[in-house]
């Protein structure tokens, strides 16, 4: 097969600095005017930045052993990565000059015009006006698309399901009798998976349960209502409202399942959630499982950026991190000094994400919420951290992304989702109710 050459678009690169690697042995070009935007990127705080900086970072080991622009060979058996310069704009007058991505196009066309006659040269970009201009010249583009956990989100593991039985099976896990559903019933059932027991011709004869794995018992699930039967006790204060929320619950107190993934629209009650179970099972007891509560989203901006903010890292994560502190202060009574004093002492952490690449992170109950909003290797980078003893916890709306560079099916918490579902060390609840106002729920339901 021919080789090809690809010439790779800024936005590329700033979803995955990683993607000059993966097209095999065909050549990569790189426009001088990406290296122009990828410097303006690197200082960013966020997602985008650490992009831009590794593959600068990449480039400059490349240029040890080579020639950038003469070309430099990636790797064993990889094709070769050159800087591609142009002096003439080759595009029609009817599209400006000054407009970078004109500019880079401009240089695909000039690589396909010194190309060999039998060599392809395709551009690749996440843009889709440059894809649309492409085609309208005539040069060969493609959309660059990270790995997808699914095709579409509406086939995202909700987490739970419901399941028909005989009405003496209900009476019989109600008495406490340790049952096991047939393995026609579970067989495409995962570790951990709740489940909505209703009885044959009574639909309103219920229980809640998980199943924990073939060959074992279900478990009772019990919704957390303020001490109105056993186990019914509230959680940190905070009581479950519907069935999915009794479900999250029971994932966030059992110890034996180290990552928990909660996803659900605005409203729903899974940020609250967490935090509730992570203050219950640090601060809330005499016996308490973890030593402290590590809590950090990442710095996304919804909508345009406020730019850089002065003062000491505590003070500029404190914007990012005020509807955690929101929380946090509601649920112990809006006092701000016990808060303060949690924090001074290290049992409550709103930790920076930009800062958790080394560490070790053991004992602790670890929250991250809008996780939605990271890309693979990002969540990878941050559940790597988790030591001996700690609980990881993700929560985030795939209905509501703000980075540019991951979507409902590619974004980091969507793979989590789809990744940890055949494992029993974890658990997912898709938690579809809003509780939060009528209103909130009508806009996440109309907007």
């Known amino acids: 097969m021919a080789k090809k050459t690809y010439v790779l678009d800024t936005s590329v690169y700033l979803t995955n600095a990683n993607a000059v690697f993966e097209y095999g042995s065909n050549d990569i070009v790189i426009p001088m005017k990406v290296l122009e935007e990828l410097d303006k990127h690197k200082s960013r705080q966020d997602s985008v930045g650490q992009q831009a900086r590794t593959i600068i970072r990449i480039l400059d080991s490349l240029r040890e052993s080579g020639s950038l622009h003469k070309g430099v060979r990636l790797q064993k058996g990889k094709g070769t990565v050159r800087i591609g310069t142009s002096d003439v704009f080759l595009l029609p007058a009817d599209l400006s000059a000054d407009v970078p991505d004109h500019q880079i196009i401009s240089t695909a066309l000039h690589e396909r015009s010194i190309a060999a006659a039998a060599r392809k040269v395709i551009l690749v970009t996440r843009d889709v006006n440059m894809r649309v201009i492409c085609d309208a010249i005539g040069l060969q583009c493609e959309t660059y ?8 989100k509406s086939n995202l593991y909700p987490g739970c399901s419901e399941v028909l039985v005989d009405e003496e099976f209900i009476d019989r896990f109600y008495s406490n009798e340790q049952l096991s559903l047939p393995r026609e019933l579970t067989k495409k059932m995962h570790a951990n998976e709740y489940l909505m027991l209703r009885a044959i011709g009574n639909d309103k004869k219920t229980a809640l349960a998980r199943f924990p794995g073939n060959e074992l018992p279900l478990s009772r699930v019990f919704p957390r209502n303020r001490g109105k039967g056993k186990g019914d006790d509230a959680v940190f204060g905070v009581t479950t409202r519907n069935r999915e929320q009794s479900f999250a619950v029971d994932l966030l107190l059992n110890p034996d399942i180290k990552i928990v993934s909660l996803v659900g629209r605005a409203g729903s009650g899974k940020t609250l959630l967490a935090i509730a179970a992570g203050l219950h099972q640090t601060v809330g007891g005499v016996d308490n499982l973890y030593s402290r509560l590590v809590v950090s989203r990442p710095i996304q901006p919804v909508g345009k950026d406020m730019g850089f903010l002065p003062g000491t890292l505590e003070e500029k994560m404190l914007p990012w991190l005020m509807p955690i502190q929101d929380n946090l202060q509601f649920l112990l009574g809006n006092d701000k000094e016990t808060l303060e004093d949690y924090m001074r002492r290290g049992t409550i952490e709103l930790e920076a ?29 941050i559940i790597t951290r988790v030591g001996e003893g700690t609980k990881i916890v993700l929560t985030g709306d795939i209905e509501q992304i703000d980075n540019a560079f991951v979507n409902d099916v590619t974004n980091g918490l969507t793979h989590a989702v789809e990744k940890f579902k055949e494992y029993g060390i974890a658990g997912h609840v898709t938690l579809v109710k809003g509780e939060r106002s009528e209103v909130a729920t009508l806009a996440a339901s109309v907007l």
Not at 145 to 152: I, Q, S, T, V
Not at 354 to 374: H, K, M, P, T, V
């Open 145 to 152: 698309d990270p790995e997808k956990a699914l095709n579409d």
């Open 353 to 381: 994400l930009s800062y958790i690449r080394g560490r070790s992170i053991a004992n602790a109950f670890i929250i991250i919420d809008e996780a939605q909003n990271l890309t693979v290797h990002e969540l990878k980078t």
